[in-house]
């Protein structure tokens, strides 16, 4: 970086899209004069645009650059998602729910499902489920936003509106955006950075920090800086995935399904204007034609787009800051959208960046290795999230279920399965993004049950524990009483337009 102090820091960011305009807005409204941010992308070609259900740590991203959610919501046509519903998963014909909130009230030398266990050994018969808010909300259509930020939520969303609301304030912020297509990235010859991308146009733009937000091409760096990638498909076989849009048939639900079929799953995603369909399929054991028919004889509404077919390689670039280029999104690896991490690892990295931007004309070596470390470990805490949906499962009922069951898996993900299976414990490291109780709902979920529990929880007497259950039973079904229907909410407090929507 050959950024002086007392000159803008020239940042130029490569694509646009969900990735590349969160990244342009998020620089030119928290840098403001200290930096001159360049976009460009080319309208001739298109952005994946399917990453359309999100995880909390959005509401975050909006609340750090000053962006009205309500004005977010109806721009993006946006409904509120409590959680994951998984149909099928474990056994054809069964489902669970994977949600936002946390069950029950923990004690600090154990977490509320040792008490939970307890109970069940003494008789009680409700479900865990039973004790979390934002399950309850989903699974009977309410939200709201509740005191204290008590209910813990992300956004099911149009990802192409999305990009265009972020470009308006991006561009509002000082963000020029170029029109054109890269045809070269030119590098320093000594230094081995980037120096420019030259267009096809032959416009020459130099830039101090590169953000390679150009998909699974990668112009940046894989193609011109040669940074590898590892291949995680032998852990997350699906390859493939088809999106469509359809009409919607009924009110939004506050939650995304995901339903698990022979080969694969299922996405569906319900917006304030349409839904949002979609199959992800190993091609392996499922061909592209057989899985675009199975898709749309499993939808609701009329189609309202074409089917968009999309190829993919679950992975992640061993470096994803390398000199003075940044990859952000598809171009720093790929977690299929199992548990909707996409746009979450877009932010993450762009807060990483904004932390980590130096104060003089030299990146500090360290600060790229800690960014690599910490991105790189993200992705693997999230890869091992997503084996758990695969490898723990009883369907025996395809090839491509066989392989899954049976596949050797991350030594981190076997200590935690078998950690908590013996104990009934689970321990997060270096602010992991999944809670402890979203691992609970899923290996729960999937099947596996705690063969032990807390001593602590054999401290209460029969009353004292029944009075525990029954009393944080009884606050859930309250609240929930209380919320308004899902559908009604978001209509009074973000409801789009029929224009917009259109």
Known sequence: MKNETSQPLRIVVAGGGTAGWMAAAAFSRTLGRTASVTLVESDMI??????????????????????????????THATF??????????????????????????????????????GKERGHDASYDDYCIELIAAREGKFAHLPDNRMNYAFQLDATAFARFLRTIAEAEGTQR???????????????????????????????????????????IGQAMHV???????????????????????????????????????????????VGNGIVYCSRYLDHDAAEERLLGNIEGETTTKTNRLRFQTGARRKQWHRNC?????????????????????????????????????????????????????????????ILHYKATERDDSEFWNYCRNMEIPDTLDHKIELF?????????????????????????????????????????????????????????????????????????CGARETEAA
């Open 46 to 75: 298109g952005t994946v645009g399917v990453g359309e259900s999100t995880i909390p740590p959005l509401v975050n991203y909006l609340r750090l650059l000053n962006i009205p959610e309500a004005d977010f919501m109806r721009a």
């Open 228 to 274: 590898g990638y590892d291949d995680w498909t032998h852990y997350l076989p699906c390859d493939s995935a088809i999106a469509v849009q359809t009409s919607s048939v009924r009110p939004p639900v506050p939650f995304t399904r995901a339903m698990a079929h022979d080969a694969g799953w299922q996405w569906r995603i319900p917006l304030q204007h349409r």
């Open 178 to 220: 170029i029109e054109g297509k890269i045809s070269h990235v030119d590098l320093d010859g000594e230094s081995g950075d980037i120096a420019a991308i030259t267009l096809e146009s032959g416009k020459r733009i130099e830039g101090d920090l590169f953000i390679d937000c150009t998909g699974f091409r990668a112009l940046l």
């Open 326 to 386: 940044v990859a952000i999104g598809l171009s720093s690896g790929f977690m299929e959208p199992l548990e909707s991490t996409s746009i979450h690892l877009i932010q993450r990295a762009i807060l990483r960046v904004l932390r980590m931007l130096p104060a003089g004309p030299k990146v500090s070596t360290r600060d790229i290795d800690e960014f690599n470390a910490q991105q790189f470990q993200d992705m693997e805490q999230i890869r091992d999230f997503l």
């Open 81 to 118: 998602k409590l959680g994951i519903q998984f149909d099928n998963w474990r056994v054809p014909g069964e489902g669970y729910f994977h949600s936002f909130g946390a069950a029950g009230k923990d004690h600090w030398t154990a977490g509320f499902q040792h008490f939970w266990m307890e």
């Open 421 to 493: 299976r013996e104990t009934g414990r689970v321990f997060r490291t270096n602010e992991e993004l999944f809670a402890e109780n979203s691992w609970i709902q899923v290996m729960m979920g999937q099947g596996i049950m705690p063969q032990s529990r807390h001593p602590i929880a054999g401290k209460l007497s029969d009353g004292e524990l029944d009075h525990l259950l029954r009393g944080l039973r009884e606050s859930v079904t309250k609240t929930v009483a209380g919320l308004p229907p899902h559908g009604e909410y978001v209509a009074r407090y």
